[in-house]
Each structure stands twice: as C-alpha cells, then as structure tokens.
C-alpha cells in the first residue's frame, strides 16, 4: 500500500513563495510520476504538475511561470514551490501518485491560505 | 473554467440508475483514456474508474464506465445514500507539452 503525507505551512502571505513537501511510503518511489493537484473551497479540481525522480516535469500551462518542483529520493520525497502568491490560491494541496493511466493514490491534503 | 465540461449536479433515488457525463475535445479525451474520481465530503477523492471503464480493486461492479469520441460517461447503478459524493472525470490533455486536466465537478444526491 502507498501513504502520501503533505507537510508545509498552513499561512503565507501574499506575493511570498508557497512550499509543500510530500513524504511518500512506498517501495518503488523511483518508479512512479508524483504530482501536486490543489481544490479551492468549495470548488474543481486543478492538477498543478508532476515530476518523474529522474528529474523530468511537467506543469499546468496556466501555472508553469511560478511552479517549480523537486525530488529527494534519499528520503522518498518530493516538493513543490509556488511563487508569488495570492489569495487565489488558497486551496487544499494535495500530493498524489501517478501510475499508468493516471493518478491512483492520493494524500490526505492539506489547507494553505494566502492571507496577511 | 474546466477544460472537461461536467453537469454541476445530478440526483437520483435509492435503486435508480443515473449517468454522469463528461465533455472534451480531440486534444483530450478523443485521444486518450478517462479516469473518474469520487470525493466524499470532507475527503481526498479516490479512484473510481481507470482507462474509460476499469475498476480498480474494491470498487463495485455497480459503477461502469465508458468513452466515445470526445465524450466520457460515467453510470452508477442500483444508487445507494453512500454514492452521494462529487464526481470528477480527468485525462491526459496533449496540447502544449501535456497536462492532466479535470472536469469540474458534479454532485450528486441521493433523493
């Protein structure tokens, strides 16, 4: 069984830069795609990026100019930095593993509000 | 503004069988497979159906899957009160260098 568990702080302020990491219990972390997919209140879904250990990535296109994220494969875990902040995202964050033909585990999420 | 078009809600009664749709275009769903998630309240949503129409382990037989063109569907027979969650389809979106895109969302209601 695979348990993701998202960390991270729960408050950050405006145009500051969001960061999350995602602790992954698995036996073949290197072997899956891990991705980030955030839910404001009360709304959709929106899939943010992911990232393959070896390094590859893709992002959101309409995220892509602030999103960076990075793996840790010593430790089975992997981040998620979101620049320049607004309260438009302000979201459930959620960490997720990708497996063909798409993501089949998901953390647990966790809330980050934008707000000074 | 999703690039998958979904019903914002659907109801039906204990029993009843009821249909979710899901709408795309060429760059998505008329070129590649649809999964459907389930979100309870309060919950991270789970994996109903994978590939179109495949359940994962687990998942009863009552929730069917299927796919044609650019549209996907999503049925669930025999509606109990625990079915009444949101419901989100997703696929791979070619365009650009490729993106993972989600319907918006319908919630359902047991009546």
């Not at chain 2, 991270?44 to 009552?62: C, E, F, H, M, T």
Request: charged share 15%; aromatic share 10%.
């Amino acid at each position: 069984q695979v348990h993701l568990q998202e960390s991270g702080p729960g408050l950050v302020k405006p145009s500051e830069t969001l960061s999350l990491t995602c602790i992954v219990s698995s036996d073949s972390f290197s072997s899956y795609y891990w991705s980030w997919i955030r839910q404001p209140a009360g709304k959709g879904l929106e899939w943010i990026g992911r990232l393959y250990p070896s390094g590859s990535t893709n992002y959101n296109p309409s995220l892509k100019s602030r999103v960076t994220m990075s793996v840790d494969t010593s430790k089975n875990q992997f981040s998620l930095n979101l620049t320049s902040v607004s309260v438009a995202d302000t979201a459930v964050y959620y960490c997720a593993r990708e497996a063909v033909p798409g993501v089949d585990f998901w953390g647990q999420g966790t809330l980050v509000t934008v707000s000074s | 503004q999703s690039v998958l078009t979904q019903p914002p809600s659907a109801s039906g009664t204990p029993g009843q069988r009821v249909t979710i749709s899901c709408s795309g275009s060429s760059s998505n769903i008329g070129t590649n497979t649809v999964n459907w998630y389930q979100q309870l309240p309060g919950t991270a949503p789970k994996l109903l159906i994978y590939s179109n129409n495949q359940r994962p382990s687990g998942v009863p037989d009552r929730f069917s899957g299927s796919k044609s063109g650019t549209s996907a569907s999503l049925a669930i027979s025999g509606l109990q009160s625990e079915d009444e969650a949101d419901y989100y389809c997703a696929t791979w979106d070619d365009s650009l260098n490729g993106f993972w895109v989600f319907g918006g969302g319908t919630k359902l209601t047991v009546l």
